[in-house]
């Protein structure tokens, strides 16, 4: 009886010395270059096509992939292709003349011919019509970006899956944005 | 002025309007404002504090301490309830499933296939800390550090027992599922494991219609059929089944010695408390030892068999992979290039990639599958064989004890263990059970 237990004990000691030698080893030898801080999930924007994917993939509802408007690129246009929608009855702020679908982009008059456009972010559904709208007639100031306050950082991110540009990637936690104009990506700025 | 340029630019890019990737381009100068306009910042809220990930390393060592603590020393059920309550508010609620051990070890795999991946620190750590308790303890991770088995061992109402033939057969599925998980996320097609979590749209109080349904459906299951996921889906449960069979100190369910009392036998309600073998199979037979050796003798054969079998499935493995499943689109269908309702193919068109270089990407990925098949495939058959070779090996037992690899260390059993409770209602029955 003892030794039986004692033979059993044996065998149980053995495989697992050999199981956690096999752990150590496969840490051993990814250990080399894990970093030490998260990745965070971001959209480049000048890989985005503005697909729409962004509002309907998101694991959250409504989506953490919200617009945001770099303004030191933007043309402060009065007609502006983000905001209007083409063939537009009159310039102006009524709903029918507006593509964003959910009204969340404000238009404030700065000065003659000037006018500033801002995303309210409780709004916005990171549908990218805007985007589209933006990158085609304008200065393609207006882009999507993942909204670290909201996202939840998925292991893998939903939409990244999806997209059909890749424009999706892991990024460092520690610059956890790819804003346009604050990285050189974009050539003809 | 600038108003006539911009109407003349709107109309002619309505004009010619194509689907783009967005290049940056200055079209409108930058304006010089007269008034004393301050432009914007734009913002950037920040993640959460990177620190926070070391903090969720300590509160799972923490969780799983106290638990191996409240299994071996106070062997307190209620206290590691209450722990484990606060692991699935912790771990499920407020981090809303993710970070999550089960899913690491795709994390691990795209780590060591991927070249462009680095594992974070603390995913390598979710990974390995719960496989480690496990050497030494049993699943303390599933006792109660698991948000997702947490949320199925809080709903069990009434267990029904399930044949074991059935719990075998249905438990090779986690090894399955695993050998899969690392395929998938090794050529970096899919992390299926977070994808298909059934619970954690109950965490997040929202997902895909169907994933709701699907994670409502195994609550309720497991109203009856305990631990569905843990017991026939969960693949990080596979490795600590494997880990706990091996584990230097295990839960017991008596405390000293076990008196045959029958008592916890209907206790577990994962059927994970192996009964004394009775007398009479108490004699090994001669047939036993051929079968072990035929079972033995077929391992290798089942490894090349089903290396082979999936090997040779790889392009139907593959088609999840992106490339592969549009270049086969492509391919099929060449007249669908022209096609405009298709976001996929429409993108595709237009981001200059040829049909050539798609071919190419999407054959070095079914080269992928390929290869990763016979690793996969033979690991299958390995996984069968032992279980087979298992079913076959005499074990003799005299006490009731705890499976280790099925047991989750809940600690239900050890309630029902009368020894040492001198006023458990047992010792009332009969007087010569008194002096226990
Ligand atoms: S158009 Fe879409 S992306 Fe742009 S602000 Fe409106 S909701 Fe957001
Ligand atoms: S990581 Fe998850 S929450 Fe964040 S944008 Fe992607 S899908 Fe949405
Ligand atoms: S078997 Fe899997 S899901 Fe269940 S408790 Fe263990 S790790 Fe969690
Ligand atoms: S501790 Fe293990 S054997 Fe006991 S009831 Fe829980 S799972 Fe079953």
């Known amino acids: ?189 | 002025m600038i108003k006539n340029v911009t109407g003349y630019f709107f109309v002619l890019f309505f004009v010619c309007f194509s689907f783009i990737a967005h290049a940056q381009q200055q079209r409108f100068p930058k304006p010089e404002f007269e008034t004393e306009y301050q432009m914007p910042e734009t913002s950037s809220p920040m993640p959460r504090a990177p620190f926070m990930e070391y903090v969720d390393v300590m509160v799972l060592i923490l969780v799983m301490g106290v638990t191996i603590w409240l299994i071996f020393k106070k062997r307190s059920r209620k206290g590691i309830f209450w722990v484990a309550v606060f692991a699935l508010l912790y771990f499920g609620f407020y981090r809303q499933g993710c970070i999550c051990a089960i899913g690491a070890v795709q994390n691990l795999a795209l780590g060591i296939f991927n070249p462009g991946y680095a594992i974070p620190i603390s995913a390598l750590a979710f990974f390995v800390i719960p496989l480690l308790v496990t050497l030494f303890a049993g699943r303390i991770f599933c006792a109660s550090a698991c948000p997702l088995g947490v949320i199925q061992d809080i709903l069990i109402v009434k267990p029904i027992k399930i044949a074991p033939w059935i719990q075998k057969t249905l438990g090779l599925f986690p090894f399955i599922y695993l050998g899969l998980a690392v395929l998938y996320a090794a050529t970096g097609t899919d992390f299926i494991i977070c994808r298909y979590d059934p619970f954690i749209g109950i965490f997040r109080m929202g997902a895909e219609f169907h994933m709701i349904v699907l994670g409502i459906s195994f609550l309720l299951m497991g109203m009856f059929v305990a631990r569905p996921y843990c017991r026939f889906i969960c693949p990080y449960g596979a490795m600590l089944n494997i880990g706990s069979r091996f584990s230097k100190n295990h839960l017991s369910i008596t405390p000293k010695e076990c008196i045959n009392c029958k008592l916890c036998k209907d206790s577990c309600p994962f059927d994970a408390i192996d009964f004394p073998t009775e007398e009479k199979e108490n004699k090994p037979v001669k047939s036993d030892t051929r079968r072990f050796l035929t079972y033995a003798a077929m391992i290798p054969l089942l490894v090349v068999l089903g290396g082979w079998a999936v090997s040779a499935s790889y392009k139907t493995l593959s088609k999840a992979h992106s490339d592969v499943s549009l270049a086969n689109l492509l391919i099929a269908n060449p007249e669908k290039m022209s096609e405009t309702d298709n976001l996929d193919i429409e993108t595709f068109m237009a981001s200059g990639r040829t049909l050539e270089m798609l071919m190419q990407d999407a054959t070095l990925v079914q080269e992928k599958f390929r290869k990763g098949g016979w690793w996969l495939g033979g690991f299958i058959g390995l996984v069968i064989g032992l279980t087979l070779l298992n079913q076959v090996i005499y074990r003799r037992r005299d006490i009731y004890e705890a499976n280790r690899g099925n047991c989750y260390s809940c600690g239900r059993c050890m309630e029902y263990c009368p020894v040492g409770k001198p006023d458990h209602p047992y010792h009332q029955l009969d007087p010569k059970n008194q002096n226990l």
């Open chain 1, 1 to 189: 009886m003892t030794k039986r237990i004692d033979r059993r004990n044996f065998i149980r000691g053995c495989a697992r010395y050999s199981l956690g030698f096999g752990l150590a080893g496969v840490v051993g030898f990814v250990a080399k270059d894990t970093i030490a801080g998260e990745w965070v999930w971001q959209i480049d924007p000048f890989k985005c096509t503005s697909c729409g994917r962004c509002a309907t993939h998101c694991v959250l509802n409504p989506s953490a992939v919200k617009c945001v408007h770099a303004y030191a690129l933007c043309g402060y246009c009065d007609l502006c292709g983000g905001y209007l929608k083409p063939g537009h009855i009159s310039r102006d702020t009524a709903a029918e003349n507006m593509l964003c679908p959910t009204d969340a982009i404000k238009r404030k008059y700065v000065e003659e011919p000037y006018y500033e456009y801002k995303i309210i972010e409780e709004l916005c559904i990171g549908c990218a019509k805007c985007v589209k709208g933006c990158s085609a007639f304008g200065n393609g100031s207006l882009h999507l970006q993942i909204r670290h306050d909201l996202c939840v950082n998925c292991n893998e991110c939903a939409i990244a899956r999806v997209c059909p540009s890749d424009a999706i990637s892991r990024v460092p936690k520690t610059d956890p944005y790819l804003i346009k104009g604050d990285f050189n990506k974009g050539e003809d700025v």
